[in-house]
């Protein structure tokens, strides 16, 4: 697959993630859950406990900070987008970067829907919207990673080979 249309393709599942996020801030602040109740698919029970913000407890959704992650993502995709050119490699880099710190906080955002909310709960709560981003974020980090440069693929191979050993 060529780069414009990888870049296409990533473009329109952060235009998707955004859109979630953003339902998902409006839900935060306003209290319009789609997906309420007390079945283990429950949006509301994710979203209103303590972790429901980010850092915990403070007021400030972690849908926010994940339509921001989404804004940046479509930025850097849409100006890529528009203006082709030699710099690309370095967006492809920036990209797989912010998609594989996407990876890291989705990592934690799953270990606080399967550990952390049903000790502080007592049932276990899945969000689905949550994790229709954490799939869009994960197909990104595989997407980006495709479109990176055959120096940066090796290094990251290198890399990964020494770490298991």
């Not at 920036?94 to 007592?122: D, I, N, Q, R």
């Amino acid at each position: 697959m060529e780069q414009d249309r990888k870049l296409k393709i990533v473009f329109g599942l952060s235009l998707i993630g955004l859109l979630i996020a953003t339902y998902q801030t409006y839900d935060y602040y306003f209290g319009l859950a789609i997906c309420s109740g007390d079945s283990v698919f429950s949006c509301a029970l994710v979203t209103e406990s303590a972790y429901g913000s980010l850092p915990p407890n403070s007021g400030i959704a972690t849908a926010l900070w994940g339509a921001v992650w989404w804004i940046g993502m479509l930025t850097i995709t849409g100006i890529s987008l528009r203006k082709p050119g030699q710099w690309l490699t370095d967006v492809f880099f920036v990209l797989f970067v912010m998609s594989l710190g996407g990876v890291v906080v989705t990592g934690y955002l799953v270990f606080v829907e399967l550990y952390l909310l049903p000790a502080e709960t007592g049932q276990l709560a899945i969000c689905p919207f949550c994790t229709a981003q954490h799939i869009l974020i994960v197909t990104i980090a595989a997407l980006s990673y495709t479109m990176l440069e055959e120096p940066f693929t090796e290094t990251l191979h290198v890399w990964y080979r020494s770490l298991i050993r």
